[in-house]
Each structure stands twice: as C-alpha cells, then as structure tokens.
C-alpha cells in the first residue's frame, strides 16, 4: 500500500527578540506558563503553549505576535530560542519544499493530509481560553497609534531638558519628573502609550542592556504645548519587591540624567490603552505610585480643553504611602475641584486608618456606578499588578449594590474597549 503517513504539524508561537522589551507582560498574562525568560530572552515553551492568545493583546510591541507553521518534531527548544538575537527564516514544511527529501510513501499533493493540516493551521484562528481583566481593542473614538517606529538596531536620540524630583526629599520614594526633546524628528504620541530607554553598558553577560518602558506622564502635543517633547514619570529602583537591595540599572541612569544629556529611545509602544476622543467622554483613573504617569497625561490633555466645552467627566483615584511620596501632589491638588474629582488612598499617613484605592471606589460607590452607567466613561487602571484583584472586587461590589450583574458590565466593558489595566 501507498498510504500516507501522518506528519504532526504545529503552528509555533515564537518571541521576536528584535522587538521586544523584555516587560515581562507575556509571562505574567500567559494562563499555562508557556513563556519563560533568561537575561538574554523572553521564550515560549511548544510543548506547552495552547495557542490561546492571552498574551497576544497585552505586548506594548506587537513582539509576542509570531507564528511558524512547524513539523512538531523540528520545533525550535526553549534553548534554542534563547540564543536567538533574531527570529530565524521561515522553514518550509516538506509537502511545500521543492528541494526536500519526500518522505516514502507520502502523499505530497495539494490535497494531501499534511498540506490540509497546514492550511487548516494557518487559517483558523487560536481559540482562547482565557479572559483577561481588560480589554484587548482601545475606545472606539481612540486616535489612531503609531507603534515600533524606532527599535533597538536604529533607536532614536532624545536630549534632556528637564529633570526634576516630585516626591518630598524626606522620603525614601524618589520620584523624577524626566523631559525628552526629540527636536526636529517626529515621535508621534498619544496619552497611554510607553516608549522604551536603552541604558548604555552592558549586562553581566557582556550584551547590552535591554530597553526597560516607561508610560508617557505628558499629552499628545508635548510636555509644553506645541513642542515636540514628552515626560516621564520615573522611580528610583533600590530595592526589589521583596524589600533586597537591587540596583535598577535604568532608574538610576534616568534619575541621574542632567539637563542637556542625551538617552536613546525606541517606540512609541501600546495600541489599546489609549483614552477615547470623543466629546464628553469620561474618564475612571485608578493608579498607584508611578503609575499615575498614563493619568497626568490624560488628565493634561483635559486641562487644556477646559474652556472647549468638550470634556466629560474625571474621577481618580490615587494611592501612595504618604503625601510627601505622592507624585504631583502639589499640582494636582491645584486643579479646581469641578474640573476632577480627587480621592487620594494614603496606606501609611500618620494618624490616618490605612486607606488603598479599592476602599475609596466602596466609599463612593454612588458616584463610580453613576458613571458606569453611562457608555461614555472608560476606566484606566495602572500600578502595581497586585492592585487588579481588589479593583475588580471594588468595581463587582459597587456594580452589584445597585443591582446590576457585575459579569455582565464587565463583558461589555472588555468588548467595547473601556476597561483598560496596565500593571506591572
């Protein structure tokens, strides 16, 4: 008999490591724990990943976004992914290659099982099998992002014309206000969207360093109107999470910067965390420490059309240890009180109950659920990844006092691109 044999065929997710940012968004989102990390690259594990997508929407880069239809015996290792330094040419599968060895006995025509199984691979999208806390398209009226127009192989030179501390000097959070001005070459932005900073040396293996992303802290038309610069918002690293000393090699570099230095930067990053662009659009701003930055930039954004009679409603919520180790703290407080609506969760003020962000949202669940009923506001929330369950818990607790089915608002919210995490 001539029967074919049958040839396993995988259609491989793989990591560009040209494009990628090394944000650890893709580890921390993927439900399996398919994708793994050494200090050169970010992999995915093919005797693990189920093609489910989840961690397809949240990559600032578009880097995680590769697929190769494989013969499941030559998939590329693990091991071999991290000595990538860039994604290897596409194989061809053996039915399709004119120059490859047929396989005795197989059936090598167009309508062969294992030209079928490609086709069928590489036209059916994955089926997902996880839900993420937010949405995966941006507002409807969102303007349009430019994404990955300079990368690592031809960053582009931004100088310094501004660096300076907002948190008190008395504390231990030291907070930096950083500017970058691109001169004359364009670096088109929109609030929500990150850049990426290429430290200069190299890492203890001799490569140089990784970007490391920072969120945008300024407007779409700069930190000073008109003017093609951006800000930063920017926290020295001296500890890990776990209180050790470390050492963040780009904090530091950053936070060091003086006026006139020059950084290397790539991007812009980030498709779907942008804030919508439509009259009286609304807005939920939930954050912790820097991430405040995506916030100052929309809040910003506001400001500027106060007069226009175009912008809807702001609400934020704001949490930090203290005062003193709250970014922006004094010009926020300056903005007229019908023009935000500030409610600030200090976890360490001395003489006050500790207060965190998912407290304030229950304190003014009227006010939350008031705005959740209209299909103009958008919620943003940025921090901390430990801050997404208890805002999620707030906003179903507050959903649900009024009688509504929080699963139900929540599903609406995620497909009509208004609820937004950006946590790290």
Same mark, same amino acid.
């Given at each position: ?14 990591? @560009? &490591?040209? /494009? $990628?940012?090394? +944000?650890?968004? =893709?580890?921390?989102? *993927? !439900?399996?724990?398919? %994708? ?8 995915? @594990? &093919?005797? /693990? $990943?189920?093609? +489910?997508?989840? =961690?397809?929407?949240? *990559? !600032?880069?578009?880097? %995680? ?18 000595g ?59 303007a ?78 700069g ?34 910067l003086?006026k ?14 942008l804030m ?12 912790t ?46 903005l ?38 209209d ?7 940025c ?5 997404e ?9 507050v ?26």
């Open positions: 008999m001539n029967a074919p044999l049958p040839v396993d065929v995988l259609k491989q997710h793989l990591i @560009d &490591p040209e /494009i $990628c940012i090394r +944000c650890n968004t =893709c580890e921390e989102t *993927c !439900p399996v724990d398919a %994708i793994t990390h050494d200090s050169n690259n970010y992999v995915v @594990d &093919p005797d /693990i $990943c189920n093609g +489910c997508m989840a =961690c397809v929407p949240p *990559c !600032p880069t578009g880097s %995680i976004d590769n697929w190769r239809l494989m013969v499941r015996s030559e998939a590329y290792s693990v091991q071999e992914q991290f990538w330094e860039e994604l290897p040419k596409e194989k061809a599968l053996p039915a399709a290659s004119p120059t490859s060895t047929p396989i005795e006995g197989a059936d090598t025509s167009l309508d062969s099982p294992l030209s079928q199984a490609a086709e069928t691979l590489a036209a059916a999208p994955a089926q997902a099998s996880f839900t993420p806390a937010g949405a995966s398209v941006p507002p409807w009226s969102a349009h992002p430019y994404v990955n127009l300079y990368t690592h192989k031809a960053p582009m030179t931004a100088t310094v014309v501004g660096n300076y501390r907002v948190t008190g000097a008395d504390t231990e959070s030291d907070i930096h206000h950083i500017v970058l001005d691109f001169g004359e070459l364009p670096f088109p932005v929109l609030e929500g969207q990150s850049i990426g900073i290429l430290p200069p040396g190299v890492d203890a293996q001799g490569r140089p360093h990784h970007a490391r992303q920072y969120s945008l802290a300024s407007p779409r038309d930190e000073r109107a008109g003017y093609n610069n951006l800000s930063l918002t920017v926290k020295r690293v001296t500890e890990d999470h776990g209180g050790a000393a470390a050492h963040g090699v780009c904090s530091n570099y950053l936070c060091d003086a006139n230095d020059t950084v290397q930067v790539i991007g812009p990053f980030g498709h779907t965390f919508p662009n439509h009259p009286r659009a609304n807005l939920i701003m939930i954050c420490g820097t991430g405040s930055a995506p916030m100052r930039a929309m809040t910003e954004r506001y400001r500027r059309r106060i007069d226009s009679g175009e912008n809807g409603r702001l609400m934020l919520f704001f949490g930090a240890r203290t005062e003193r180790e709250l970014p922006y703290f004094g010009p926020l407080m300056k007229p009180r019908d023009f935000i609506d500030i409610n600030l969760a200090l976890s360490r003020e001395p003489g006050q109950p500790k207060r965190y962000v998912q407290d304030l949202i229950r304190d003014r669940a009227a006010q939350v659920c008031d705005l959740l009923a299909r103009n506001t958008c919620i943003y929330v921090g901390l990844k430990g801050m369950v208890g805002v999620l818990d707030a906003l179903r607790d959903t649900m006092q009024s009688g509504q089915d929080w699963s139900i608002l929540h599903e609406v919210l995620r497909r009509e691109g208004r609820l937004h995490f950006e946590t790290y």
